[in-house]
């Protein structure tokens, strides 16, 4: 007899949409089925058999986080199959910060009311963002909570485990005055800040699908929708071939509150401002909100999703590697011997 309950359905939860659900979401999960993915969704539990093949001492690295009210922007467009682009990232770039390989993904969707179809939608994100990564999506959950979230509304969360040799942790204690920093180009907001980019733009009483100008002709909210740049693969080819001593993922709290992470409190990171790409998308919220910059680089990524810190000889060799492997990246200041953690200037 299939599982069906009339009772619960008249409460609000439906576990045949569900069913359905999960029915439609297969076809995504199956893009990200690595060579360690045992079996398929639907089990208690996500099985991955581990390769420890060069690896000496395995230290298992895990990372979890959320897309964050930026989903506010997916509800308005009523476009989803790209912020769970963002739940991956937002997990996976963490860990590679400590230089760690993300191994497997999981997901967990809390909506109002299953509707089979955009769960589906929010899945095939996060497929995408498993598939940029290079890690399988192994298992997730999705929970109907009718009453306690907006029948048209959702959140989205997720974690990510992976593996590294003991001996390759990155530390935020190998560096030393002169080191360099290497930005790595955003994509956009990423998933930061969106409580103020909302409030800025007033997003829930202004029209975000018109094209505007300062954006290039695009809209505000397809723009605002850019999902996270996944940096795993150019780091990890870059970790294979140079040293490097530290990564920092600039999320919320900007550059004031996410370089000072990754390296000792003596140094201090000296950032040439005029070396910034800033995006088009901050230069108008900082104008449109009158933010001044100081907040602008102590809440957003500002264009710089990343950073790496290189030895001043490997600094060629490192541009060199991450742009050969699709990521635009460029030198955005030094360290020095300061305990004010960043000097933009």
Do not use: W
């Not at 809209?219 to 780091?235: A, C, D, M, R």
């Amino acid at each position: 007899m299939k599982s069906f309950s009339e009772s619960y359905k008249q409460a609000g939860v439906d576990v045949t949409a569900g069913y359905r659900a999960v029915e439609l979401m297969k076809k995504h999960v199956a893009r990200t089925m690595t060579s360690g993915a045992i079996g398929a969704i639907g089990g208690f539990g996500g099985l991955f058999e581990l390769d420890l093949t060069g690896i000496e001492k395995p230290v298992l690295c895990s990372g979890t986080d959320g897309v964050g009210t930026k989903l506010k922007i997916a509800f308005l467009m009523d476009k989803h199959d790209t912020v769970g682009i963002d739940c991956v990232a937002m997990c996976v770039n963490d860990i590679i910060c400590c230089g760690a390989k993300p191994l497997v993904f999981l997901d967990y969707i809390a909506c109002g009311k299953n509707v089979p179809e955009k769960i589906a939608e929010i899945v095939s994100g996060v497929a995408e963002g498993c598939v940029q990564a290079g890690c399988a999506l192994s298992g997730g959950e999705t929970a109907e909570m009718p009453g306690f979230y907006d029948v048209e509304e959702y959140d989205l969360a997720g974690f990510s485990v992976g593996v590294v040799d003991k001996e390759k942790i990155l530390k935020p204690d190998a560096q030393k005055a002169g080191d360099m920093l290497i930005g790595l180009a955003s994509s956009g907001v990423h998933s930061n800040g969106f409580s103020l980019v909302r409030k800025v733009f007033d997003v829930e009483h202004t029209d975000i699908k018109t094209p505007v100008e300062a954006l290039g002709g695009a809209s505000l909210g397809e723009t605002l929708l850019t999902p996270t740049k996944i940096y795993v693969k150019p780091i990890l080819a870059l970790l294979e071939q140079v040293t490097v001593k530290s990564i920092a993922h600039i999320t919320g709290g900007g550059f004031y509150e996410n370089l000072p992470r990754s390296f000792p409190e003596h140094l201090t990171a000296k950032i040439d401002r005029n070396a910034i790409k800033v995006l088009p998308i901050f230069d108008y919220l900082a104008k449109v909100g009158n933010i001044p910059e100081r907040d602008m680089f102590n809440t957003f990524n500002m264009g710089v999703g990343m950073t790496v810190c290189v030895d001043p000889a490997d600094v060629d060799k490192t541009l060199e590697i991450l742009q050969a492997n699709g990521q635009d990246a460029y030198v955005i200041g030094h360290l020095i011997e300061d305990n004010q953690g960043v000097i933009i200037e």
